[in-house]
Structures are given as structure tokens and as C-alpha cells.
């Protein structure tokens, strides 16, 4: 059996009720103020579910009723739009005035229309010649954790998970994430700097979305979990091979292909709302 976990900013008891009335759920359950498990729901059930809760705007997601938050060994996260709210590369643009150009290659290659090695290597370099001292201007002016980022990695870590930031972005950003968040691995890009200035180019290989969900493979298998003791999370078209091959792939404020393809998916709440699926 399943429990159907419910979430948004404002949830109707009345609603609740006819979402377990639609599940076949024999009990509701109070996680907190904003989320909701619906005990004994049947996935039978999962089409009706979706369209009231799309229609109520409210993020649902059936769970394994015995799988709880100490199942979860490996978390892997998305950087740009998943764990934090901006796009770094488009706002070190914004910096020489071209963030428009950058953008738009960004936003193609997160709906899956450009290929994302060649969609990076175009858009870092766009950025040549500028100063370096941009990159910790990004971190300290624009950059803003995700709604609920510590939560989740607070409560995913208290239980014993490590972590990995694997991201198409920059090492400059996950190194601080890390100390930051007391993340146990980050993977990235690193941007070329010769004397204090981006070159427009990045050193070794580009972390597309096959390294992503390689990398996912290999920490999973180093520290001996199945699939589904493995959650992902990510918003672009990029991170759909990590999400398939994660036990609980998340679409985090997602692009409207990752939505449509990825196993779960979040909208209305923070990102607490997926460490929400396990308690």
C-alpha cells in the first residue's frame, strides 16, 4: 500500500476528504500546516488524484507506505533553479550587459532544444575578458538558496544521507555551496581564469546530462544502496536521465518537459516538500 502525501500553501480539509474519498485512503495524517499523508491510498487510483490536484493546485505524490526518510541514503541535487533560485551563468552575463543573449541559450537548453555541451560552451563564451572578482559579486549579490533548501538537506542529513550537487554550472558556486551546506560531494564545471579575467572557455570535460546521472550511479553503488533509497532532484531537460535514474525523481519548479516526464514532481511548496514524502 501507499500513502498519498499532499502539499501546497493552503490545503481544504474538504479537499483533503475527497482526496481520500478518490484514493481510497482510510486515514489523513497531519505532517505539518502545509502538508498532508492520506494513509492506505491505492496508486490504483493515481489518474483521479492528479486531476483534482492539478485542478486545486496542490503537489501530491504516492509513497511506499513502509519507506521512510532513514531509507534514504543519497540525495542528488540540480544547483541552478533546483537548489538555488537563479541561473548563475545568466546573471555573471548580467554583469557585461548581455544576460538577454545568455538567457535565451539557457532557457533552450533547459527545455531540451539545444544540446546542453554545445549551449554552455556558446554561452561561457559570450563571457570572455571579464573580470574574475564577477563571479564572487554573483554569490554575494544574487545568489538565493531555493524556499526549503536547508530544511530538506537538514532533515535528509539528520537521517544519515549524504549528498551530492552535481550541476552543469560552476565549481566557483558548488565549493561554497559545500562548506556551506555541509554537502558530502559537488561535481561541476570549472570556468578558465588567466590573469584574473574569464577566458570563455572550461577546463575538462563538460558535466551534461549523462555525467549527471553517471555520477548519481557511481556514489550510489559506492555506498552499496538500491535505486529507490536514492532521491534527485532537478528543473531543466538536463537532469532528466539523473531523476530516471534516481528511485524518487523530483522535477523541482521544472520546465514543462521535465514535468511531463519526470516521475514526481514538485510546484507549489518548497523543496522540504520532498524530504515531506518521507515522514
Given amino acids: ?5 499532499i502539499q501546497a500553501p493552503e490545503v481544504d480539509t474538504p479537499n483533503l476528504k475527497q482526496l481520500a474519498r478518490l484514493s481510497g485512503a482510510g486515514e489523513i495524517q497531519a505532517i505539518h500546516q502545509q502538508a498532508f499523508r492520506l494513509i492506505g491510498a491505492d496508486i490504483a487510483n493515481e489518474e483521479a488524484v492528479a486531476d483534482f490536484c492539478e485542478s486545486a493546485q496542490y503537489d501530491w505524490a504516492f509513497i511506499p507506505e513502509d519507506h521512510g ?46 544540446d546542453f555541451r554545445e549551449s554552455l560552451t556558446r554561452r561561457v563564451a559570450l563571457l570572455a575578458g571579464l573580470d574574475a572578482s564577477a563571479l564572487q559579486r554573483v554569490y554575494d549579490e544574487r545568489l538565493k538558496l531555493m524556499a526549503g533548501a536547508e530544511a530538506m538537506l537538514k532533515g535528509f542529513q539528520a537521517a544519515g544521507a ?5 550541476s552543469g554550472g560552476f565549481t566557483f558556486f558548488t565549493e561554497k555551496l559545500q562548506a556551506r551546506l555541509k554537502l558530502t560531494q559537488t561535481i561541476a564545471n570549472e570556468l578558465e581564469i588567466v590573469d584574473g579575467k574569464l577566458t570563455g572557455r572550461v577546463l575538462g570535460d563538460i558535466v551534461d546530462a549523462e555525467r549527471k546521472k553517471t555520477e548519481l550511479i557511481r556514489m550510489r553503488d559506492e555506498l552499496g544502496l538500491r535505486a529507490d533509497q536514492v532521491v534527485a532532484m ?46
Avoid at 549524504?162 to 552535481?166: A, F
Fill in 1 to 5: 500500500m501507499y500513502r498519498l502525501v
Fill in 162 to 166: 549524504k549528498t551530492l550537487l552535481i
Fill in 234 to 279: 532537478g528543473d531543466g531537460a538536463n537532469d532528466l536521465p539523473m531523476l530516471h535514474a534516481a528511485g524518487f525523481g523530483v522535477a523541482c519548479h521544472a520546465k514543462p518537459k521535465v514535468q511531463a516526464e519526470a516521475p514526481y514532481c514538485i510546484n507549489h511548496v518548497g523543496l522540504d516538500g520532498v524530504l515531506n514524502y518521507f515522514l
Fill in 69 to 114: 526518510v532513514r531509507d534514504i541514503g543519497l540525495v542528488v541535487m540540480d544547483m541552478d533553479s533546483t537548489l538555488i533560485t537563479i541561473e548563475c551563468i545568466d546573471e555573471i552575463a548580467d554583469m557585461v550587459g548581455i544576460k538577454p543573449q545568455v538567457s535565451e541559450i539557457t532557457a533552450a537548453a533547459m527545455r531540451g532544444e539545444i
